[in-house]
């Protein structure tokens, strides 16, 4: 998704802008672009299509911008198709430019108001109307600042922007309403970005704008201003260290970030047990009452969060704790009937993904009392607007395909189960069995990357085909829907999940020797039903790969293969299984040869419905 970059110095600020845009690479976007406020006071702008390295050569060319006043964007196409003339920056009249993430709702009104005021418009993005709405009130003599607020005051929908003009070059104004933005310190130096990541080669102190916060930034002075009033936001010292987001010796961040879950999930879990115990001040000093009070609990999120979610259901209700789970694109709109005493979870990795932030917002109009988010990043949005957080603690992820965030959110989910399970009588044994299964976890992570190399052949099998089949039952279908789901974005062959009984129903027709299909089946009670469902791909001439343990006794032959998973407790069984899907996503794209950690029409965090 778009990303924005800025910063005003007493140096040429070029390089940081173009280094905070490749940062921000891993969000998804199709062209990007740099204006800069030059020493003659003019703009000057570059884009490109492509990779921010088309940008790069294209600033190599031609009479390169430099400046200490300048604002950078990585735009993913909403309005209007990738252009060289829709990306950002956009300018009007060579005065004033902006960059901006989200979408104005009322961009066509706007556009014929300054079409009949005699402006003229050369992209079809929505984002020329705001430049072109703070050029008409600079026209009037407003400030810049002035002129932002004014002109966000006739916007509608949800944003970021940021904005520099000639009217006062040593300027910089940010301004957010419903998509992030954050102003990085330095030294007689300031920035502004979506992500902090933009920015940790730079600093590590930051302030979180809020929504509605207009900022005005020069060399090293930064004013913030919540409706014209001036006001004080706290300074975050990030924890992020540059080298967190550096790929390191690895091919791609998703490789990178597979083999971190052992770390991750230990990092997740680090403070928040006893020996035998979890610790329910992990989940904030309020939870105890709202954990008593809970008798439902409704989850939402989207993609692999909702996946996550899906496997919490099972999980909760095996222990008694009444659950559903939606996906918030449908839950927002939708009527609810909304059960008494319902604890709302929101998951998300990015804390920022517009359609899981206005289903907390729906559901809070409707009455949902209390929201607990399962987050990874601690200044987004979800966290701070949620009544108890529980983070996982992930560390960045770069990759736009979830991994790490999916294993560390199961991790958490389980955190979450014990502390409700407690109210719906799951015992002290019950829950120091299910402690030390979750402190077993680091080690049984790099159990199953062992399978590493095993995997990577078998994925040869893959690179050829068009479809493929996943199967689970119980707690580990959605783990099959994150497996297809993996497979699906990055390496573009189409790929379903089905909870195997569902087999018969339909999708068997489509069982050939052309098909391969991955049966994910853990040694469980579930066993048993899952091997009819193996026998009935075979009778029908498929080719399986049968994730399984040893003890199961699922034998391999020339039409089924088996990849053997170390012995895993069932309540822990779907985190473990998750990762060798991962890894076979993994490899059969490498084979493909496809943008891995970029794939094609996906963003990593989807700021826009
Ligand atoms: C898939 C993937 C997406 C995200 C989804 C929600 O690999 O990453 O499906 O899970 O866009 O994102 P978050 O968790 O940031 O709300």
């Not at 207009?214 to 706290?234: L, T």
């Not at 990030?238 to 690895?250: Q, R, T």
């Not at 391969?516 to 080719?543: D, F």
Request: some cysteine.
């Amino acid at each position: 998704m778009c990303g924005i970059v800025g910063a005003v110095a007493n140096r040429d600020i070029v390089p940081i802008l173009v280094d905070g845009l490749r940062r921000l690479e891993y969000r998804g976007y199709d062209s990007s672009g740099v204006a800069v406020i030059e020493a003659s006071q003019a703009i000057n702008r570059v884009r490109a299509v492509g990779k921010v390295a088309e940008l790069e050569s294209a600033l190599r060319k031609g009479s390169a911008p430099t400046g200490g006043t300048g604002i950078a964007h990585t735009r993913w196409a909403t309005h209007g198709r990738p252009s060289e003339s829709n990306a950002h920056p956009h300018m009007c009249r060579q005065r004033v430019a902006v960059v901006c993430n989200g979408i104005i709702e009322n961009h066509d009104q706007l556009r014929s108001e300054q079409i009949s005021a005699g402006y003229e418009f050369s992209s079809e993005t929505d984002t020329e109307v705001i430049v072109t709405e703070i050029h008409r009130h600079l026209e009037q003599g407003l400030e810049l600042r002035p002129a932002v607020q004014r002109t966000v005051e006739a916007l509608e929908g949800a944003f970021a922007i940021g904005v520099i003009a000639t009217d006062q070059p040593d300027r910089l104004v940010g301004a957010r309403r419903g998509s992030p933005l954050v102003i990085g310190l330095k030294d007689g130096e300031a920035f502004l970005a979506s992500d902090m990541a933009a920015l940790i080669a730079v600093t590590q102190r930051f302030i979180i704008l809020e929504d509605g916060d207009i900022a005005e930034i020069s060399c090293g002075n930064v004013s913030v201003y919540d409706d014209g009033r001036p006001v004080q936001r706290p300074i975050h010292i990030s924890p992020l260290s540059a080298d967190a987001v550096e790929l390191g010796n690895y091919r791609h961040y998703m490789l990178k970030e597979i083999y971190e879950q052992g770390r991750a999930v230990a990092d997740t879990l680090e403070g928040r047990l006893t020996t035998n115990r979890l610790l329910e001040a992990a989940f904030g000093p309020d939870s105890g009452p709202i954990f008593d009070a809970t008798k439902f609990v409704q989850i939402i999120a989207c993609g692999t969060s909702y996946y996550a979610g899906l496997v919490a259901r099972i999980w909760f209700e095996a222990h008694g704790i009444p659950c559903d789970v939606e996906i918030a694109s449908e839950f927002r709109y939708r009527a609810h009937v909304v059960p008494d005493d319902t604890l709302l979870v929101a998951i998300s990795q990015s804390g920022e993904t517009a359609d899981t932030l206005a289903a907390v917002q729906e559901a809070k109009r409707l009455g949902y009392r209390y929201c607990a988010a399962i987050c990874n990043v601690p200044e987004s949005a979800l966290v701070r607007g949620a009544d108890l957080v529980l983070m996982t603690h992930a560390g960045p992820e770069i990759g736009v395909a979830s991994t790490k965030a999916f294993t560390t959110q199961l991790t958490a989910l389980l955190l979450l189960m014990i502390a409700l399970g407690r109210r719906y009588g799951m015992s002290a044994d019950t829950e120091a069995k299910i402690v030390a299964e979750l402190r077993s976890l680091p080690v049984k992570i790099e159990q199953a990357l062992r399978l590493d190399t095993e995997i990577a052949q078998i994925a040869e099998q893959f690179a050829d085909k068009q479809h493929a089949l996943f199967l689970g039952r119980g707690a580990h279908f959605p783990i099959a829907l994150e497996g297809a789901l993996k497979l699906k974005e990055i390496s573009y062959i189409h790929a379903e999940a089905y909870p195997a009984g569902e087999l018969k129903h339909g999708p068997l027709a489509l069982v050939d020797a052309n098909m391969p299909v991955v049966a994910v089946a853990p040694n469980n009670q579930l066993l048993e039903k899952l091997k009819s469902n193996i026998h009935e791909v075979r009778a029908r001439g498929g080719k399986l790969i049968v994730f399984t343990e040893a003890a199961a006794g699922i034998d391999a032959d020339s039409d089924l293969q088996v990849l053997p998973v170390a012995p895993v407790d069932d309540s822990i069984s779907p985190i473990i299984y998750s990762i060798p899907l991962q890894l076979l996503a993994y490899h059969v794209a490498v084979i493909k040869g496809t943008d891995i950690d970029k794939p094609r029409n996906l963003a990593k965090s989807v700021t826009v419905e």
